[in-house]
């Protein structure tokens, strides 16, 4: 039961896990391009290209991209606005040029990562519930049949189907406690001899 909740349960964590740290790297390497254009081209003081930057390829991107100032101030902002807020997948790559713009910050959306979990997720409790009903399943009804007959096996003689000494010992331990338990009842025990059982095993042997 263990093993099926791990089956159902980790593959949807580390797609969560893996999702994150890949959006994380996309926006750590967006704000680093992003930081090494603006100190590059020297376009920290123009606004409008700045806010040109940051808007270059927004619409079609999972991101919110912001230029900070030393106080904390946005320059200029661009993207999507489900990304705006996200805190879990952020990156903030500080300028090491000097000038007006101190950080570029990049926030991705969860949305692809959480949508990407939920699918995994979906599929290993798929692949738990049918591991379930055709592996354990029949490994235990299996399991259990061979116990059965390994339990007929010590108190059953092969040759006869009989009782053996072990199984008479069982039948009568339980009858006996079951005349004490129930004050009335009785227990007998047959004894039957066969003649010349001793020459027909010999001379045609056990099976007959």
Known sequence: ??????????????????????????????????????????????????????????????????????????????????????????????????????????????????EATGIAAALSLVAAVLTWFFVVRRSVGALRKAEGRLRSINVIDPLTGLLNRAGLRQRLQRGLDGERNAGTRRVGVLLIDLDRFSLINESLGQRA
């Open 1 to 114: 039961m263990i093993g099926l909740v791990a089956l159902a349960v980790a593959p949807s964590l580390a797609t969560l896990v893996a999702g994150v740290l890949l959006e994380r790297h996309e926006a750590r390497a967006t704000a680093g391009s992003m930081a090494w254009t603006i100190a590059h081209h020297r376009i920290g003081d123009d606004r409008q290209a700045l806010a040109a930057l940051v808007g270059t390829d927004a619409e079609d991107e999972n991101q919110w991209r912001e230029v900070l100032a030393a106080d904390g101030a946005v320059l200029a902002e661009a993207g999507q606005a489900h990304a705006q807020h996200s805190l879990v997948v952020s990156a903030t790559v500080p300028m090491v040029a000097p000038g007006s713009v101190a950080a570029v910050r990049v926030r991705e959306s969860l949305g692809e990562v959480l």
